[in-house]
């Protein structure tokens, strides 16, 4: 007779612990698909685009020839400005207007490239120049199901979605994990592409890394019945109606 209880209630326990273990899927990022654990990323190049602001800073072994232009690293002139107030526009064309250096085209390039072309003017008039260059109209959007939605400035030039939605405190319960859509800039236009976090797509597909002006929307999930529910709030609320089940069973076999 003891069996028999022992039998029913470990089934009561599978049958209602087993929907709280099949909805934790809903929520998992990056689940395996074929037992890989480890891949390839794919490359990521920044290039400058006209609009940008870029910031630019010349080092010479002679500075005291270019006052207010360039410096050494133990001898900075001091310039108060904010980053803005001190950045160059890329214009329509793709050109820069440099001090001294002039005219100087950047569109189209990869940051590294612009930096070579840059240095590559100031070659011409000054010994050893060490050119450095930042953009810093980098900026990404991130709204709807996420815990800090906003506009966000990336200062290091590069970064993944997966760190976006990080910086943007994750997903809300109420987050549709299998639909997080891009919205990014294409030429002549604007495409959409559709992540599904709960795969290892955001590794390994052209969607592993945010863009300029990106815009990350996460849609939310049909709130109909169970969906209103935190994964916590539903987990303590099947073991209490477990071990109020398990309770009844022991107090009748007893009486």
Same mark, same amino acid.
């Given at each position: 007779?003891?069996?028999?209880?022992?039998?029913?209630?470990?089934?009561?326990?599978?049958?209602?612990?087993?929907?709280?273990?099949?909805?934790?899927?809903?929520?998992?990022?990056?689940?395996?698909?074929?037992?890989?654990?480890?891949?390839?990323?794919?490359?990521?190049?920044?290039?400058?685009?006209?609009?940008?602001?870029?910031?630019?800073?010349?080092?010479?072994?002679?500075?005291?020839?270019?006052?207010?232009?360039?410096?050494?690293?133990?001898?900075?002139?001091?310039?108060?400005?904010?980053?803005?107030? =001190?950045?160059? %526009?890329?214009?329509?064309?793709?050109?820069?207007?440099?001090? @001294?250096? *002039?005219?100087?085209?950047? /569109?189209? &390039?990869?940051?590294?490239?612009?930096?070579?072309?840059?240095?590559?003017?100031?070659?011409?008039?000054?010994?050893?120049?060490?050119?450095?260059?930042?953009?810093?109209?980098?900026?990404?959007?991130?709204?709807?199901?996420?815990? =800090?939605?906003? %506009?966000?400035?990336?200062?290091?030039?590069?970064?993944?979605? @997966?760190? *976006?939605?990080?910086?943007? /405190?994750? &997903?809300?319960?109420?987050?549709?994990?299998?639909?997080?859509?891009?919205?990014?800039?294409?030429?002549?236009?604007?495409?959409?592409?559709?992540?599904?976090?709960?795969?290892?797509?955001?590794?390994?597909?052209?969607?592993?890394?945010?863009?300029?002006?990106?815009?990350?929307?996460?849609?939310?999930?049909?709130?109909?019945? *169970?969906?209103?529910?935190?994964?916590?709030?539903?987990?303590?609320?099947?073991?209490?109606?477990?071990?109020?089940?398990?309770?009844?069973?022991?107090?009748?076999?007893?009486?």
């Amino acid at each position: 007779m003891m069996n028999q209880k022992l039998k029913y209630i470990f089934l009561l326990l599978a049958v209602t612990t087993l929907p709280s273990c099949i909805s934790l899927k809903k929520f998992t990022y990056l689940q395996d698909e074929a037992g890989s654990s480890s891949g390839k990323s794919p490359e990521f190049t920044l290039k400058v685009v006209p609009g940008d602001i870029l910031t630019i800073q010349v080092y010479s072994e002679n500075p005291e020839a270019f006052p207010g232009v360039a410096a050494t690293n133990d001898r900075q002139f001091v310039d108060n400005r904010s980053s803005y107030e =001190k950045g160059i %526009l890329v214009d329509p064309q793709g050109n820069i207007e440099v001090p @001294l250096a *002039g005219k100087i085209a950047v /569109g189209g &390039l990869s940051m590294a490239d612009a930096r070579e072309a840059v240095t590559a003017k100031f070659k011409s008039f000054m010994d050893s120049p060490v050119v450095i260059m930042k953009k810093l109209s980098f900026k990404v959007t991130i709204l709807g199901e996420v815990n =800090k939605p906003g %506009l966000y400035y990336i200062p290091n030039e590069k970064m993944s979605l @997966l760190e *976006g939605i990080g910086m943007a /405190g994750d &997903l809300t319960y109420f987050g549709n994990r299998k639909t997080v859509k891009i919205i990014r800039q294409a030429e002549g236009g604007y495409k959409e592409l559709l992540v599904d976090l709960t795969t290892k797509q955001p590794l390994n597909a052209e969607v592993a890394w945010l863009y300029p002006d990106d815009v990350v929307y996460v849609q939310p999930i049909r709130r109909r019945g *169970g969906a209103t529910i935190s994964p916590t709030v539903a987990v303590v609320t099947s073991i209490l109606a477990t071990l109020t089940l398990i309770s009844s069973l022991i107090l009748r076999e007893t009486n």
